[in-house]
């Protein structure tokens, strides 16, 4: 008996090591997935003190914004912001929303994601940014709305960027979602590789 318990001995070890080290990583990935969705939602549920407070303005655009300012006759008294801060999980890549006080438009932009941008492609950011300024009005906000929102911003910022920067633009931040596309993708990038045709033939 005594010999047989000194050979179980070890594969019995072996097994109780195993199943402890599969329960360490179980519990080691348990707990990164918690704290991911966490830090998403505190992010997401962020007051807009908090999310200007994270983020620091950037005045490499104002030229842009000027000239936009004019083309869109936006009014004088409305300030237009541009904040780079850690807002990947609060706007994804960028985001514009108006603001009280001071009235006006706040762009929130990732810094990460800015980082990675040519100037042609912050151009083009800031321009489909400011874009959303033209989206017609709709009844029902649902996803074919919004799908026409990023098209129109995209078509805007054409203006001020070449259509190819747009399409590069998309792909980086498709990038930054490890490739999965957003909903409306291949209609914007339809809609930015007939800007370019259209371009080429006159
Ligand atoms: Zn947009």
Same mark, same amino acid.
């Given at each position: ?13 072996? #097994? ?29 549920? %962020? ?27 936006? =009014? ?7 904040? #780079? ?23 929130? *932009? ?17 321009? =489909?940014? #400011? ?19 990023? *098209? ?23 990038? %930054? =979602? ?23 033939? =006159?």
């Amino acid at each position: 008996m005594a010999g047989e318990n000194s050979v179980k001995q070890p594969a019995q070890l072996r #097994l109780l090591l195993l199943l402890l080290f599969i329960t360490l990583w179980l519990f080691l990935i348990f707990t990164i997935l918690v704290t991911r969705k966490n830090f998403k939602q505190e992010q997401g549920s %962020m007051p807009l003190e908090v999310i200007v407070g994270i983020g620091k303005q950037n005045l490499e655009h104002e030229n842009l914004i000027s000239r936009i300012r004019d083309d869109l006759k936006i =009014h004088k008294n409305l300030e237009i912001k541009i904040l #780079l801060g850690p807002y990947r999980y609060v706007t994804g890549e960028g985001l514009l929303i108006f603001k009280l006080k001071p009235p006006g438009f706040l762009m929130l *932009i990732d810094k990460d994601f800015y980082q990675k941008l040519t100037p042609e492609e912050k151009t083009a950011l800031i321009a =489909h940014e #400011l874009g959303h300024l033209t989206n017609k009005p709709v009844l029902i906000n649902d996803i074919t709305a919004n799908i026409q929102f990023q *098209i129109e911003a995209d078509t805007y910022a054409t203006k001020y960027a070449p259509p190819e920067a747009l399409i590069s633009l998309l792909d980086k931040a498709n990038f %930054m =979602h490890d490739g999965v596309k957003p909903i409306g993708y291949d209609l914007r990038i339809q809609n930015l590789q007939k800007i370019k045709l259209d371009n080429q033939a =006159h």
